[in-house]
């Protein structure tokens, strides 16, 4: 017994001696296996205890039981420094630089042409002075129709076929039919009117818009730019001027315009406003065949526009009879298509790369 306590007492001293001196973690796992593994020294102490008669045995196993709980505890201390030390040698060390290129960098995408279209039209009257401005997609009736002179019963409304919220998504908070998905940019002339308090108002608004249609030139949302300017002294000749500057800078200096009486319930006058086509260059027949963009009349027709009536106006907190102003809409599916000579609006929406990759 006496010899096996004396092994017992010299394991303990190596252990806590070679662990002390251990460097790293993998000496630490041999010198596991060597004191405590299944063939280790500990092992081939209690393999001795055999020997010893009954009484001897608790008094050993005792001691055997508590070099092994020092020599796990010795070895978790010494893993727990080793942890740290690396740690405080890497935070030491030369920092790793995350900002650093990777080695395959992803090939770089580019802005999907309707983004490219909305910000270019944007651009242009960005520099005749126009700021951008923008409205909620889920609007109330009364600024997408209402105050814009479009009252309930108004043949008008049937022109725009809309999405309207159910009574039960509004938690009580609306009556069903007040609230739709706006069917055009125009609410957005009722909210810049009233946020700006008082003229000038020179906003554009690029935006999403909804409604039930689809077809190959019509798709439920879909994406308008609408303007508004209102001051002192703004004529029809304003409108025309500015139009037909904006279809200049977007399809090239040799563009032509011309305007067609039209209604639209929030303008007086109105008008729909023609470019000459972008693809023949007015003259209805490209390549010796019949232009089909134009269908040979040489004319395309991109916006509706007019002097914001009167009752818009007042809609809006603004005095008609001190100010004026013209307002306009377009379609950038529309200016973006006739721009890049794509035939089928549903291919912006399709998001098919080979589409996608050629702008
Ligand atoms: N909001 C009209 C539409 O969606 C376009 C428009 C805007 C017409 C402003 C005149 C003035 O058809």
């Given at each position: 017994m006496a010899s096996l306590l004396a092994q017992l007492e010299s394991l303990s001293q190596a252990a806590a001696r070679d662990i002390a001196a251990a460097s790293?973690?993998?000496?630490?796992?041999?010198?596991?296996?060597?004191?405590?593994?299944?063939?280790?020294?500990?092992?081939?102490?209690?393999r001795g205890m055999g020997a010893l008669a009954a009484e001897e045995r608790p008094k050993v196993g005792e001691v055997a039981n508590r070099v092994r709980d020092q020599v796990e505890s010795l070895l978790d201390g010494a893993r727990e420094r080793l942890a740290g030390a690396r740690l405080e040698a890497e935070l030491a060390g030369p920092p790793i630089d995350v900002t650093l290129a990777g080695r395959r960098p992803l090939p770089r995408g580019h802005r999907h042409p309707l983004t490219r279209a909305a910000e270019e039209i944007a651009a242009i009257f960005a520099r005749l002075g126009?700021?951008?401005?923008?409205?909620?997609?889920?609007?109330?009736?009364?600024?997408?129709?209402?105050?814009?002179?479009?009252?309930?019963?108004?043949?008008?409304?049937?022109?725009q076929?809309?999405?309207?919220?159910?009574?039960?998504?509004?938690?009580?908070?609306?009556r069903s039919g007040s609230v739709l998905l706006r069917t055009h940019t125009s609410p957005v002339q009722i909210r810049a009117m009233k946020r700006l308090g008082k003229p000038p108002v020179r906003i554009i608004c690029p935006g999403r818009v909804y409604r039930s249609d689809y077809d190959q030139t019509h798709s439920p949302m879909?994406?308008?730019?609408?303007?508004?300017?209102?001051?002192?002294?703004?004529?029809?000749?304003?409108?025309?001027g500015t139009l037909a500057a904006f279809a200049r800078a977007y399809f090239g200096p040799g563009t032509?315009?011309?305007?067609?009486?039209?209604?639209?319930?929030?303008?007086?006058?109105?008008?729909?406003?023609?470019?000459?086509?972008?693809?023949?260059?007015?003259?209805g027949r490209k390549d010796g065949k019949r232009c089909g963009t134009?269908?040979?009349?040489?004319?395309?027709?991109?916006?509706?526009?007019?002097?914001?009536?009167?009752?818009?106006?007042?809609?809006?907190?603004?005095?008609?009879?001190?100010?004026?102003?013209?307002?306009?809409?377009?379609?950038?599916?529309?200016?973006?298509?006739?721009?890049?000579?794509?035939?089928d609006l549903r291919l912006f929406f399709e998001n098919d790369l080979r589409f996608l990759r050629q702008f």
């Open positions: 790293d973690e993998k000496a630490l796992e041999e010198l596991r296996v060597r004191f405590l593994g299944k063939k280790g020294e500990l092992s081939a102490v209690l126009y700021e951008v401005a923008s409205g909620p997609e889920i609007e109330l009736d009364w600024y997408n129709f209402e105050a814009l002179n479009i009252p309930a019963d108004h043949p008008a409304r049937d022109m076929d809309t999405f309207y919220v159910e009574e039960a998504a509004l938690g009580g908070a609306h879909f994406h308008q730019v609408e303007g508004l300017c209102v001051d002192e002294h703004i004529t029809f000749a304003d409108l025309k032509r315009t011309r305007f067609r009486p039209s209604y639209f319930p929030f303008v007086e006058p109105g008008a729909e406003v023609d470019v000459s086509c972008s693809i023949c260059g007015g003259s134009c269908k040979e009349t040489g004319w395309l027709e991109v916006l509706g526009s007019g002097m914001v009536h009167p009752r818009v106006l007042e809609n809006g907190g603004i005095d008609p009879s001190r100010y004026t102003g013209f307002a306009f809409g377009m379609g950038v599916e529309r200016m973006a298509m006739l721009k890049y000579g794509i035939d």
